[in-house]
């Protein structure tokens, strides 16, 4: 029996989305502690921004951080002025 052929290689899904940052990176960009981000991933709701496992270490995208902080924008209704 002739070993199964592999297809032509995958692109990487989501490469467009920039370097992996170390959580030191991440925490300086979204101003948090390295303990915070460790608390996010570690909870059942995962409330931190979406990460990768690389190996034991963790990495986050810089695309994924932009996204992270843009869902959490709070939109002010902008208020006529008086008079």
Do not use: H, N, Q
């Not at 390295?34 to 059942?44: G, H, I, N, Q």
């Amino acid at each position: 029996m002739k070993p199964k052929k592999l297809g032509p290689p995958l692109a990487c899904e989501g490469i467009e989305e920039g370097p992996l940052l170390t959580p030191a990176e991440a925490s300086a960009i979204l101003r948090v502690s390295l303990e915070t981000l460790r608390d996010w991933r570690k909870r059942a709701s995962r409330s931190g921004p979406s990460f990768v496992k690389v190996g034991r270490g963790v990495r986050y995208f810089t695309g994924e951080l932009a996204r992270y902080i843009r869902k959490r924008r709070v939109k002010v209704p902008v208020r006529k002025g008086r008079g």
